[in-house]
Every structure is written in C-alpha cells, then in structure tokens.
C-alpha cells in the first residue's frame, strides 16, 4: 500500500551534518503537512520541524537556526537538513506525513504516514 521510507541517519561528530530523506510511495494522490519527529532514549517523542504543502515551516526551538525542513512535491519526498549537531541531537527521527492515497481497491483513504525511523548519533 503506502509507506513512508527514510534514509540519511549515521554517526557524526559534534559540529557535523547529516541531510535525512523521507519518500512517501504507493499510490499517492496528495501529501498535506509532513514532519519530522525524533525520541531520545528515555525521553518522549518531540516534534523537530514540519512543513505545509505550500512550504510553510516551523521549528523546535532547539533546533532553529540549525536543522532546515524542505520538500520536494512531485517526489512526495521531504527532507531535514541537519547542521552543526550537538550531542542532545542524538535520536530516532522519524518523517511523518498527512496522505490521500488510493487503496487496493481503488477507494481514497486519508492517513497520517509514520516512517520506520533512523538513528542519528552524534558522538566523537
């Protein structure tokens, strides 16, 4: 059916980047908000940014100035440009996305997407 699949986790060095890649596949009719969110160990799960279709965009505090959500509408594909990581960054990120798609059937479902998460550390 449709899932969300990301990739661009790893090990960084305090100070580094690390660009995360989320595509929505299946067959899509619309993505609305996606987002990213991320869960440390031991703690909840907090939203890091998210964008509207039409680019509008909002940050953690933590993370403005640093981490830049985009998306790319005709690869219903988002993204979340990670710079200057701190220790703190370190996290499951999961993608997230609102999305009109069309079942096995051919009706048209409606459904908040959760990709399968990836792990970034940032450790020297």
């Known amino acids: 059916q449709v899932q969300l699949v990301e990739s661009g986790g790893g090990l960084v060095q305090p100070g580094g980047s690390l660009r995360l890649s989320c595509a929505a596949s299946?067959?899509?009719?619309?993505?609305?908000?996606m987002g990213w969110y991320r869960q440390a160990p031991g703690k909840e799960r907090e939203l890091v940014a998210e964008?509207?279709?039409?680019?509008?965009?909002n940050y953690a505090d933590s993370v403005k100035d640093r981490f830049t959500i985009s998306r790319d509408n005709a690869k219903n594909t988002v993204y979340l440009q990670t710079n200057s990581l701190k220790p703190e960054d370190t996290a499951v990120y999961y993608c997230?996305?609102?999305?009109?798609?069309?079942?096995?059937?051919?009706?048209?479902?409606?459904?908040?997407?959760w990709g399968q998460g990836t792990l970034v550390t940032v450790s020297s």
């Open positions: 997230t996305a609102d999305c009109w798609y069309r079942d096995t059937g051919g009706s048209i479902r409606n459904l908040e997407l």
């Open positions: 964008i509207t279709r039409g680019g509008k965009t």
């Open positions: 299946g067959i899509i009719l619309n993505v609305n908000d």
